[in-house]
């Protein structure tokens, strides 16, 4: 099969996994127990001709299927509909919190893989001996710990050494760009070493086992038997071919780091998409819920789309 047909294979599979999860996140949260109105109208006075009139500009008058209707249509102009609790539309709201999540997951991909693929290298080597088995062990003790509970334990043991909450100081809303550059960094180092520690554990592990059985294939021991050095054997050879299985693996595993960058923004208070759905559950807000679920969607799906696509441009024998 060639380019142009596995893209536009890969492509139609994600409209419809896309169609289905617009329907389900359209449901999902209006199955909640509690009603945003009625949460509205706990902290002010409202007439009933007002909370009449609060359900018509939210279009919670109308029937069920109407709704739906009116979200798809919404939708297909990024149109995310009003926010309950914060009165504003959700999609700039949401879009503003996205760029925060973005910087603090692709910061921490970018370290897990790399620390990761080189610490599996090291143990795929070393197959089998005390530095593999240090290894190994580590990485399994930190996969197996829930992501909150090594955030509270950050938290509580660099508290007063670092910020364990928000993105920025405030006080320094005059001091110069380097000053707040710096700033920023000492804020996300918390929240990004809890995500990077959770995902080298799989990185590391997935990196190993490659290595590992590479280096039992009959072009290894040819290059070995040239007097190839082991610099040259594992960044000619071994990386190589190792590079497939971890390029799709760290598609695979971007939706499952979200939901961890989700803990740790509560946790850190970073002012994220996670964060943010936090809020919005707490208050039933379901246009702001919905809308950062349907953005989340559409990352993961983008990326695993790309990651689809790098795979075929990576190893052409791919098929569908």
Same mark, same amino acid.
């Given at each position: 099969?060639?380019?142009?047909?596995?893209?536009?294979?890969?492509?139609?599979?994600?409209?419809? #996994?896309?169609?289905?999860?617009?329907?389900?996140?359209?449901?999902?949260?209006?199955?909640?127990?509690?009603?945003?109105?009625?949460?509205?109208?706990?902290?002010?006075?409202?007439?009933?001709?007002?909370?009449?009139?609060?359900?018509?500009?939210? @279009?919670?008058?109308?029937?069920?299927?109407?709704?739906?209707?009116?979200?798809?249509?919404?939708?297909?102009?990024?149109?995310?509909?009003?926010?309950?609790?914060?009165?504003?539309?959700?999609?700039?709201?949401?879009?503003?919190?996205?760029?925060?999540?973005?910087?603090?997951?692709?910061?921490?991909?970018?370290?897990?893989?790399?620390?990761? %693929?080189?610490?599996?290298?090291?143990?795929?080597?070393?197959? @089998?001996?005390?530095?593999?088995?240090?290894?190994?062990?580590?990485?399994?003790?930190?996969?197996?710990?829930? %992501?909150?509970?090594?955030?509270? /334990?950050?938290?509580?043991?660099?508290?007063? !050494?670092?910020?364990?909450?928000?993105?920025?100081?405030? %006080?320094?809303?005059?001091?110069?760009?380097? /000053?707040?550059?710096?700033?920023?960094?000492?804020?996300?180092?918390?929240?990004?070493?809890? !995500?990077?520690?959770?995902?080298?554990?799989?990185?590391?592990?997935?990196?190993?086992?490659?290595?590992?059985?590479?280096?039992?294939?009959?072009?290894?021991?040819?290059?070995?038997?040239?007097?190839?050095?082991?610099?040259?054997?594992?960044?000619?050879?071994?990386?190589?071919?190792?590079?497939?299985?971890?390029?799709?693996?760290?598609?695979?595993?971007?939706?499952?780091?979200?939901?961890?960058?989700?803990?740790?923004?509560?946790?850190?208070?970073?002012?994220?998409?996670?964060?943010?759905?936090?809020?919005?559950?707490?208050?039933?807000?379901? #246009?702001?819920?919905?809308?950062?679920?349907?953005?989340?969607?559409?990352?993961?799906?983008?990326?695993?789309?790309? #990651?689809?696509?790098?795979?075929?441009?990576?190893?052409?024998?791919?098929?569908?």
């Amino acid at each position: 099969m060639n380019m142009r047909k596995y893209v536009i294979r890969r492509f139609i599979d994600s409209i419809g #996994t896309l169609f289905f999860i617009t329907v389900f996140n359209f449901f999902l949260f209006r199955l909640m127990p509690g009603d945003p109105i009625a949460l509205m109208i706990r902290t002010r006075r409202f007439t009933q001709s007002m909370v009449a009139r609060f359900e018509q500009i939210y @279009g919670l008058d109308k029937p069920m299927w109407q709704q739906f209707f009116m979200y798809i249509k919404n939708l297909l102009t990024f149109d995310l509909g009003l926010s309950f609790a914060y009165q504003t539309e959700a999609g700039p709201l949401i879009l503003e919190k996205v760029g925060n999540s973005i910087l603090l997951l692709v910061t921490a991909i970018i370290l897990a893989m790399t620390i990761g %693929t080189l610490l599996g290298l090291l143990a795929g080597w070393f197959h @089998g001996k005390p530095i593999d088995l240090s290894l190994i062990g580590t990485s399994l003790f930190f996969y197996c710990m829930p %992501t909150f509970w090594i955030a509270m /334990v950050f938290a509580a043991s660099f508290a007063g !050494i670092l910020p364990i909450s928000g993105m920025r100081t405030l %006080t320094l809303y005059s001091a110069s760009w380097f /000053v707040k550059l710096l700033d920023l960094v000492k804020h996300i180092m918390l929240p990004t070493i809890v !995500i990077t520690i959770l995902y080298i554990g799989e990185m590391l592990i997935l990196a190993r086992n490659e290595v590992s059985n590479i280096l039992t294939q009959d072009y290894i021991n040819t290059a070995r038997a040239k007097g190839l050095r082991p610099r040259q054997i594992i960044f000619r050879h071994v990386l190589r071919n190792a590079s497939l299985p971890l390029v799709s693996m760290g598609g695979i595993s971007f939706a499952f780091l979200v939901g961890g960058s989700i803990q740790a923004e509560i946790i850190f208070s970073w002012p994220g998409v996670g964060r943010l759905m936090y809020n919005a559950a707490l208050a039933r807000d379901y #246009t702001v819920l919905q809308g950062c679920f349907y953005v989340l969607s559409l990352t993961v799906l983008i990326v695993n789309f790309l #990651t689809d696509i790098a795979y075929k441009f990576l190893d052409p024998r791919v098929e569908y």
